[in-house]
């Protein structure tokens, strides 16, 4: 392992990656260095055989023009004798000068070439001053004789070819310079690029050796850390194995990390070991003060203690010494304790670990056979079961503790309050079963009693089953034989009230529709006993949702405002600015409630005002919101001796045979059972001769804030809308949607075994200009079928003898398997009713009293769907 002085100087591994970069990036400046240094010089070659080796070979083809030019404007003029040919001579004659002097100034560096210009330059003044001018002066002169002499000893001839043989010496010279000045740069690019893979694969050796040399370094030490790491957890060793790193980086701290991490676990296995130790020791006795003198034994060799106690807490509440070690007298620690007195009392009343230190001497003598001193340190801990105080442990120490003995020794208090609890669970649990052996007899004499009690239990719950199934049986079939007869009177008294032919008075349309208020009130109360029954034997469901209180409030406010004006009363629906949007509730069963309270409230009420208020009650006793709905009244008020009664069924305040008000009684008792089924509950305040207040509480299950008002009003249109509800009479088949003609010229089959529904049904089909077929019972409607004969639909009651419709509905689905739409029309008027039609394979379920309106939507419905 390295020193201690070799850790402190490390050197981390952002420093070493930092280094091999810096050292490539010098490599890597170097070799840009020499680069441009390269490619400078390079650049200087080229720009000099650009600009002066082909400056050398213009100059020296422009004295060649020159010469030419010269020499051809000579012969123009020996020829013609014109003055005009000699204009190119001339010119020559002018720029030959200028041109020699450029080329000897271009090769001036070469003294050879500088003696070839100066040769040239020669030969041309030889050549104008001895042979052109001459030429010139003769024909001028018309000197032909002399002329004819020059040209025949070719003076100027001689003198031009040595001209043209100099000038082309110079510039192959010129050339086979150029060439050697290009296969020199070649040579040197050739070099450049030599140099730049050299420094190329240095620079690569020097990264791939540091990253070598960085990286072996990591892995190296990531590979022995997680060996030793694989061999732990697989191998199953003894946590004795230690990691040694040589580095001085990073990778020594992890190193030591996972070292220091090794010696934790070494500690807490062995600690665990220790406290397995102890659990399996305490297990084996089975008194209290065993149990005490065991761990204590076990707990000073744990944590090498000079002395300790165990206090337990007794039925009396009181701490009870139970066991010590080392004790040196009688009077070695006191006896008992009460809740808060002393260190002991104190630890066991606040459930915490009291710790002291530098504890003066003399606070405490432990004796040996050579002598006693005093523990510099004192603990207490509290002994738990389940959060409660059930015992302390005191000790001493000479050495200290560090913070993870405390918390071993907390865990070791929790660990004894277990075992005393057991042992103290064993030992009632002997004591009870001493007991329960000396009751064991009169308990077999009772049983004899409780078995002929329970066989007379046993009989009488079977009549109760036997009642309740007939009392079930009875008001289905009640409500069918009601509804049967209901229907044709609500059908036809509706159809009358529209007085299409124009042959019924007003008195008439009135008597009409008070036919039809009391079949509607008929049909109320039969809804009532249904829906008693239906709580009393625990099947009403309940189906919650989101509903707008807003849109509650536009309902109620519809479907009472008529009945408020014909009592010429004041009506108010108001909703308190701090009321949430939304209530999660059943919004069917909540208007149900509301209505009740407000029918009564307007029945009550001569004069004055009904309102109804709804806000926000914060429920002390439940410690939550709730939504109040007040229904406030000015009317007649409930005797305090009587509020009581309102609730139960069939019971009015007004009772006896001269009241004054109508009605079953049931209407307060429904809504009372909704209410709680809801989770609410509906409390009354009145006074005799002022009026009452009815208030349904319902808890604000989950409300939201105003800047989600349009989204929830969008979603929850159709929800909302359900909860109007228009009055049947009011309904005339011309007030219809423009859809109903698509029912015209349809043909539809009419099963049911009641004329008088049969009367009402076709005239509803006949208003609506459709074709119908009468069949009396399911058996007759499966002839027709057979027959071939097709149908747009078929309306189809369920209570028919020989035959019943749920049958007749599986004969057509399953044995015919025709899919014409079937319409169940029945009186049973049970939510299981209809899932039985619909299992039946029935399309839709309508319950009698048929609502016109209803009927037909349902019949376009499953018409469009046919289509």
Not at 82 to 101: H, I, V
Not at 173 to 178: A, R, V
Not at 414 to 438: D, F, P
Not at 459 to 472: G, P
Request: hydrophobic content about 40%.
């Amino acid at each position: 392992m390295p020193s201690q002085a070799s850790r402190r100087k490390k050197i981390s591994i952002r420093t070493k990656i930092l280094s091999g970069n810096i050292i490539v990036m010098i490599c890597l400046g170097i070799a840009i260095g020499a680069l441009s240094m390269r490619i400078s010089s390079l650049q200087d070659e080229i720009e000099y055989i650009s600009s002066h080796d082909i400056q050398v070979h213009e100059t020296v083809n422009q004295i060649q023009k020159d010469l030419l030019d010269m020499e051809t404007g000579l012969r123009g003029f020996i020829i013609s004798g014109d003055e005009s040919y000699l204009e190119p001579y001339n010119s020559g004659k002018a720029r030959w000068q200028t041109d020699t002097n450029k080329l000897k100034s271009l090769v001036i560096d070469n003294p050879a070439q500088v003696r070839n210009t100066e040769s040239i330059e020669s030969g041309l003044v030889d050549w104008m001053t001895n042979a052109s001018e001459n030429a010139i002066a003769y024909k001028r002169s018309g000197d032909t004789e002399k002329l004819t002499r020059f040209f025949a000893e070719k003076t100027g001839k001689d003198r031009t070819d040595a001209l043209r043989i100099q000038l082309q010496s110079f510039k192959e010279t010129e050339f086979g310079l150029t060439e050697a000045r290009a296969a020199s740069l070649k040579d040197r690019n050739e070099s450049l690029i030599g140099l730049l893979y050299l420094l190329w694969i240095v620079v690569a050796a020097i990264s791939v050796s540091t990253a070598w040399i960085i990286s072996n370094t990591v892995i190296k030490t990531i590979r022995t850390v997680s060996t030793t790491i694989r061999q732990i957890a697989h191998q199953g060793e003894s946590l004795k194995q230690r990691i040694e790193v040589n580095t001085r980086d990073e990778m020594m701290e992890l190193g030591d990390s996972t070292n220091a991490l090794l010696d934790m676990l070494e500690r807490q296995n062995r600690r665990k070991d220790q406290v397995a130790h102890i659990a399996t020791l305490l297990q084996e006795q089975n008194d209290i003060d065993a149990v005490g003198r065991q761990f204590l034994s076990q707990l000073v060799q744990v944590f090498n203690l000079p002395y300790g106690v165990v206090y337990v807490r007794s039925q009396s509440n009181q701490l009870v010494k139970t066991a010590s070690f080392a004790q040196s007298s009688d009077n070695f620690g006191r006896k008992e304790f009460q809740l808060g007195e002393g260190l002991v009392g104190q630890c066991a009343a606040e459930n915490r670990t009291i710790v002291l230190r530098d504890v003066p001497s003399g606070y405490a003598a432990i004796q040996s056979g050579i002598g006693q001193a005093s523990p510099t340190v004192v603990a207490l801990v509290p002994i738990t079961f389940e959060r409660r105080v059930v015992g302390v442990i005191e000790i001493g120490s000479f050495s200290g503790l560090a913070r993870d003995d405390i918390e071993l020794l907390e865990q070791l208090g929790g660990m004894l309050g277990v075992t005393i609890q057991s042992v103290k669970s064993r030992m009632e649990m002997e004591q009870l079963y001493t007991e329960a052996q000396a009751a064991n007899e009169e308990l077999q004499v009772q049983s004899e009693e409780l078995n002929a009690q329970s066989l007379e239990l046993l009989t009488m719950n079977d009549e109760l089953k036997r009642s309740s199934n007939f009392k079930s049986e009875f008001l289905a079939n009640m409500s069918h034989e009601l509804r049967t007869p209901l229907n044709s009177m609500l059908i036809l008294s509706q159809m009358l009230a529209e007085n299409r032919q124009g042959h019924l008075s007003e008195d008439d349309i009135s008597y009409v529709n008070t036919i039809y208020s009391a079949g509607n009130d008929l049909l109320n109360l039969i809804n009532d006993i249904l829906d008693l029954s239906k709580v009393e034997a625990g099947k009403l469901d309940i189906e919650m949702g989101n509903i707008i209180l807003a849109d509650l409030q536009l309902t109620v406010l519809s479907n009472f405002q008529e009945v408020a004006a014909k009592k010429k009363l004041d009506f108010a629906v108001t909703i308190a600015p701090d009321t949430p949007a939304w209530l999660e509730t059943d919004g069917f069963r909540l208007q149900q409630i509301l209505k009740n309270l407000l029918s009564n409230a307007f029945k009550f009420t001569e004069a004055g005002k009904v309102d109804l208020l709804i806000g926000v009650h914060a429920n002390n006793a439940w410690g939550q919101q709730e939504i109040a709905f007040t229904v406030a009244d000015t009317g007649k008020g409930i005797a305090n001796d009587k509020l009581e009664l309102i609730f139960e069924a069939f019971t009015q305040a007004d009772s006896g045979t001269a009241r004054k008000f109508g009605g079953t009684g049931l209407g307060l008792t429904i809504s009372s059972s909704l209410a709680n089924m809801l989770g609410g509950r509906i409390e009354v305040q009145s006074e005799e001769g002022k009026g009452s207040e009815f208030t349904l509480y319902l808890p604000a299950q989950r409300s939201i804030g105003q800047s989600d008002e349009a989204m929830a009003s969008k979603q929850l249109a159709t929800s909302s809308s359900s909860l109007a509800a228009a009055d049947p009479v009011s309904i005339a088949v011309s007030e219809m949607p423009l859809s109903t003609a698509e029912l015209r010229g349809r043909h539809v089959l009419l099963v049911d075994d009641d004329a008088r529904n049969l009367y009402a049904l076709s005239h509803v089909l006949e208003s609506l200009e459709m074709t119908f077929t009468i069949a009396h019972d399911g058996l007759e409607s499966m002839d027709r079928l057979r027959n071939g004969d097709t149908y747009d639909c078929i309306l189809m009651d369920i209570m028919m003898p020989d035959m019943d419709g749920f049958q007749a509905i599986h004969e057509i689905r399953h044995t015919l398997q025709l899919s014409t739409p079937i319409i169940a029309v029945t009186a049973k008027a049970m939510k299981e009713d209809r899932d039985k039609c619909l299992e039946a394979g029935a399309n839709a379920y309508i319950s009698k009293p048929v609502q016109v309106q209803q009927l037909i939507s349902i019949m376009v419905a499953q018409m469009k769907v046919e289509v």
